[in-house]
């Protein structure tokens, strides 16, 4: 079992590979492969503040966002910087949730314009949605956005799912709230509701839910991937399976 010691650790995330990457309280960035191995650092986190997101989607192009500049910086996979974009540049000054797209571009939701925004690496609009206050009755505040298998997916935890195809048409509403470490794998949400695994087919009625195991139900921080369940904890970092 995956396990990697991490007594400095504010927060972590994981890649399709199974790549862990940990930031540190000291400011660093640290990845390790899937068996724990340490493999690179970036030691140049702070220069914009703090980083508030991560997206490792696509382990070539490692994202980290810096909220208060509204500022997305890019790395490689060894961590080496390869470009930053200033979202100010696109006329986004408020945004809380950012994600790589699946052509390498940006996904954004501007909350003073009600839409969400692609931007390209060089800081430019590509498309956007309407204006979400013409067709939704409660505008969401999105702390994650998905893109995956076709759609993209923003969700607010205290208002739900919202999908989009990659035109930038609403297809559905999903009143899916409270979880955590949201993720969507093969058309299915899995996330963390309280002390519950949650399990949803999207297009079915088929709502699952799981009591969580006592390592996992006082973890700190988790991260649901396809591999399994990563939990962080006072002990480290450790990978669980939920199959």
């Known amino acids: 079992m995956l396990r990697v010691p991490a007594p400095d650790a504010a927060a972590f995330?994981?890649?399709?590979?199974?790549n862990l990457y940990m930031l540190t309280s000291k400011g660093l960035l640290k990845k390790y492969n899937n068996r724990g191995d340490s493999l690179n650092v970036f030691n140049d986190v702070r220069r914009y503040g703090s980083v508030y997101a991560m997206d490792v989607t696509n382990p070539m192009k490692v994202l980290?966002?810096?909220?208060?500049?509204?500022?997305?910086?890019?790395?490689?996979?060894?961590?080496?910087?390869?470009?930053?974009?200033?979202?100010?540049?696109?006329?986004?000054?408020?945004?809380?949730?950012?994600?790589?797209s699946y052509d390498n571009n940006?996904?954004?939701?501007?909350?003073?314009?009600?839409?969400?925004k692609k931007i390209g690496d060089d800081s430019k609009l590509l498309s956007e949605t309407v204006d979400l206050r013409q067709v939704l009755n409660a505008i969401p505040s999105p702390d994650k956005?998905?893109?995956?298998?076709?759609?993209?997916?923003?969700?607010?935890?205290?208002?739900?799912?919202y999908i989009f195809d990659y035109y930038g048409a609403l297809k559905n509403e999903l009143a899916i709230t409270g979880l955590t470490g949201l993720q969507v794998i093969n058309k299915t949400v899995l996330g963390r509701k309280d002390n519950k695994f949650v399990k949803y087919t999207l297009g079915t009625f088929d709502m699952q839910e799981v009591e969580l195991p006592e390592m996992i139900k006082h973890?700190?921080?988790?991260?649901?991937?396809?591999?399994?369940?990563?939990?962080?904890?006072?002990?480290?970092?450790?990978?669980?399976?939920y199959r």
């Open 13 to 18: 995330t994981v890649d399709n590979l199974g």
């Open 64 to 100: 980290l966002y810096y909220r208060d500049f509204s500022t997305v910086v890019m790395l490689d996979r060894f961590l080496n910087r390869i470009n930053i974009v200033d979202l100010r540049k696109a006329g986004i000054f408020q945004a809380k949730a950012v994600a790589l």
């Open 145 to 161: 956005i998905i893109d995956r298998d076709g759609f993209v997916y923003l969700y607010d935890k205290d208002k739900g799912l």
């Open 106 to 116: 940006l996904w954004v939701f501007d909350e003073q314009s009600a839409k969400l």
């Open 219 to 241: 973890a700190e921080d988790i991260r649901i991937m396809q591999l399994g369940i990563y939990v962080r904890n006072s002990g480290g970092i450790a990978l669980f399976k």
